[in-house]
C-alpha cells in the first residue's frame, strides 16, 4: 500500500519562504508522477505542479510559475516544494499525491499540510 506523509507546512510572512517534503512509501516509484495539490478555505482543491519521477520533467500552474520548485531525491523516495516570494492568496492545506505515468487520475493522497502566509 502505497503512503504519502507531507511535512514541513506552518505560518511564514509575506515574501517569505517554505519548503515541503512528501516521504512516499509502499511501493516502486520508478513509474510515478508525484503532485501537489492544495486546497483554500471555501475553495475547490488546484493542481498546482507535478514531477515524473524517472525523467525529472515538470509542469507548474501559472500561479506559481517562478516561484515554487518541485525537485525529487528518488534514493529517498522523496518530493519536496520550495516555495519562495509567498503571497497571502497561497494559504491553503498542500496535498501531495501520487499515480503511475498511466494513468491521469492520482490514487494516492498525503494527509496534507497546512501553509499559512500572513499579509
Known amino acids: 500500500q502505497v503512503r504519502l506523509v507531507e511535512s514541513g507546512g506552518g505560518l511564514v510572512q509575506t515574501g517569505g519562504s517554505l519548503r515541503l517534503s512528501c516521504a512516499a512509501s509502499g511501493g516502486t516509484f520508478s513509474r510515478y508522477v508525484m503532485g501537489w495539490f492544495r486546497q483554500a478555505p471555501g475553495k475547490e482543491r488546484e493542481f498546482v505542479t507535478r514531477i515524473t519521477l524517472s525523467s525529472g520533467s515538470t509542469v507548474y500552474a501559472d500561479s506559481v510559475k517562478g516561484r515554487f520548485t518541485i525537485s525529487r531525491d528518488n534514493a529517498k523516495n522523496t518530493v519536496y516544494l520550495q516555495m519562495n516570494s509567498l503571497k497571502p492568496e497561497d494559504t491553503a492545506i498542500y496535498y501531495c499525491?501520487?499515480?503511475?505515468?498511466?494513468?491521469?487520475?492520482?490514487?494516492?493522497w498525503g494527509q496534507g499540510t497546512q501553509v499559512t502566509v500572513s499579509s
Open positions: 499525491a501520487a499515480r503511475t505515468i498511466f494513468t491521469p487520475d492520482y490514487s494516492y
